[in-house]
């Protein structure tokens, strides 16, 4: 970590200054990392159609935790792991043995975790409040070691696309002819249910449960406005999900305000301006 905060120490703001706020310089780097977790994420849960598919992984990685809390974890966020990679196991399952369109499927696994969670949280006459950081996030609280844990996890989906893209995206796009071509399409839609479900847990605490979704649909969303291939696509999305991310924690500091919240304000502004120029190649 010396080395990085001998790196930030050369950028012109006032929090970069030597030996002092760490945790502006710790939650930058944690930026960079997650980051391109969010943009690779985003393309696939896009053209999957899953937009609203990490509301309920965070709800029910909320319950994991409730869960982890009754069981007096002293870490219950791996216990919010496990519950999320199953309920993404169980999701995957359903959708793939019934005819319900996945949005429906979504509201019976989000509707029930929520109540779970919930009914767990304030069991015995339990407070929720407790939970409510859960909600908004804090990325200025993460450790160096979770640092490490983010970039780990960053390491292991680039190697996932690197190894299973074309698998995964036939799989998305036509379930059909990648069953002709011998991929096993439920695996493949499990895998990639259980990335999102270990991003997406791993990272509430930071990001918030309230807007974690946007920053899984809108890089997808305003790469695909101006991509004209794949490269393209993925392109735009990382690297918008990167500038987003770090401009959106400069502006949580100068405006005193959730960071959460305005990264994802600049990604809708990402969004917003990538539509007028695909309004204009029209």
Known sequence: MELWYSI???LPFEWARPDSMFFMKNALLAILVISPLFGL?????????MSFFSDALGHSAFTGIAIGSLCGL????????????????LFTYVRRHTNMASDTVIG???STAVALGIF???LGGGSFTKYNSLLIGDILSVEPAKIALLAAILLATVVLWACSFDQLMLSSVHPALADSRGI???WQETIFAAAI????????????????NSLLVLPGAAARNVARNLRQYHLFAVAGAL?????????????????????TLVLALYFAITFCFRKRRM
């Open 74 to 89: 002293a870490e219950p966020m791996w216990c919010a792991v496990l519950f999320a990679v199953l309920l993404a196991f």
């Open 8 to 10: 930030v120490e050369l």
């Open 197 to 212: 479900a270990v991003v997406v847990t791993v990272s509430m605490t930071w990001v918030g449960l309230l807007v974690i």
């Open 120 to 122: 767990i949280a304030t």
């Open 41 to 49: 994420l985003s393309t696939m849960v896009v053209e999957s159609r």
């Open 184 to 186: 096993r399409v439920f």
């Open 108 to 110: 019976v696994f989000s």
């Open 243 to 263: 500038a987003a991310g770090v401009a959106g924690l400069i502006l949580s500091y100068e405006a005193g305000a959730s960071t959460g919240a305005c990264i």
